[in-house]
């Protein structure tokens, strides 16, 4: 009793048509997931943070704190 013989002529282009369209299916998902699981969240976070930051305010209130080498805290 012998094995059969296994098919290999053409078994890279079989498997690639079965690989292959599931391969770029499941990577669009996971593009989809990393866009509107972290990007798009992340950029929200940012645009609400920017809303209301005061960038002078911050800077003088590190200066006051003395985190500053070339401006020292003001002398009032």
Known sequence: MSLPKPMMRGLLAKRLRFHL????????????????????????????????????????????AGIFESVGPSKE
């Open 21 to 64: 369209p599931l391969a770029f299916a499941l990577s669009l998902f996971a593009a989809g997931i990393v866009k509107f699981g972290v990007t798009e969240p992340r950029k929200r976070a940012y645009e609400e943070f920017y809303k209301h930051y005061d960038p002078v305010k911050d800077f003088e209130e590190m200066r006051e």
